[in-house]
């Protein structure tokens, strides 16, 4: 089993930043990949990010790439998105997730975090 606790949503004006983090655990956390996925009103749920325990490579959607980050620290198994030049459309529920990428999108998530909500108010 792996546990997933996401943190840092809020308001933000548009062209702030916010930092989510996200606490992961269990016995087989570090097999898997981790992500960042979000979901607008009336919207499906879309992959943001992902990062492995190891290396160097992150991936991003297009919508963000240049203005959010993915980063880790394995020392204390968590996961961040540093998001800047916040923009309204970046409003949504924001969701850790382990497993799945890029390209099986959110049906290759293995477990997923409560999510938290960002809200970008012009």
């Known amino acids: 089993q792996v546990q997933l606790e996401e943190s840092g949503g809020g308001l933000v004006q548009v062209g702030g930043s916010l930092r989510l983090s996200c606490a992961a655990s269990?016995?087989?956390?570090?097999?898997?990949?981790m992500n960042w996925f979000r979901q607008a009103p009336g919207k499906g749920r879309e992959y943001v990010a992902g990062?492995?325990?190891?290396?160097?490579?992150?991936a991003y959607a297009d919508s963000v790439k240049g203005r959010f980050t993915i980063s880790r620290d394995n020392a204390k198994s968590a996961i961040y998105l540093q998001m800047n030049s916040l923009k309204p459309e970046d409003t949504a529920v924001y969701y850790c997730?382990?497993?799945?990428?890029?390209?099986?999108?959110?049906?290759?998530?293995?477990?997923w975090g409560k999510g938290i909500l960002v809200t970008v108010s012009s």
């Open positions: 269990g016995r087989t956390v570090s097999r898997h990949v």
């Open positions: 997730a382990a497993g799945g990428d890029s390209r099986t999108g959110a049906r290759g998530v293995n477990y």
């Open positions: 990062i492995r325990w190891s290396g160097d490579s992150a």
